[in-house]
Nanobody, 127 residues
Framework: VQLQASGGGLVQAGGSLRLSCAAS????????MGWFRQTPGKEREFVATIRWSGRGTYYGDSVKGRFTISRDDAKSTVDLQMNSLKPEDTAVYYC?????????????????????WGQGTLVTVSS
């Protein structure tokens, strides 16, 4: 499975960015998808996840109400719309594919819930 993230860049505080992740190599629609982020010296942090069905989403507390995750199974993509960006949102953002097909349990929020990872895209928010 290959995941390719794109859409990162430099934006001023209060602005918006939309990240996209294209998946290939397995049945995309069977798995939960997620976004994480990481800054130097810190652990990778959960940002958002979306159910394989597209009918459930869950967000980290720091982005709740500002970020929206969505998926398009026809295109095998998962997007992260980021609004009202803050300097503390600056990080490398990673998309990831879950390991449990048709997951009906708890939301995948841990690193260990995900089997495949993209290469990351840098988001820089200036103050």
């Amino acid at each position: 499975v290959q995941l390719q993230a794109s859409g990162g860049g430099l934006v001023q505080a209060g602005g918006s960015l939309r990240l996209s992740c294209a998946a290939s190599g397995r049945t995309f629609s069977m798995y939960d998808m997620g976004w994480f982020r990481q800054t130097p010296g810190k652990e990778r942090e959960f940002v958002a996840t979306i159910r394989w069905s597209g009918r459930g989403t869950y967000y980290g507390d720091s982005v709740k109400g500002r970020f929206t995750i969505s998926r398009d199974d026809a295109k095998s993509t998962v997007d992260l719309q980021m609004n009202s960006l803050k300097p503390e949102d600056t990080a490398v953002y990673y998309c990831a594919a879950g390991s449990r097909p048709y997951n009906r349990g708890t939301y995948d929020t841990s690193l260990s819930d995900y089997k495949y990872w993209g290469q990351g895209t840098l988001v820089t928010v200036s103050s």
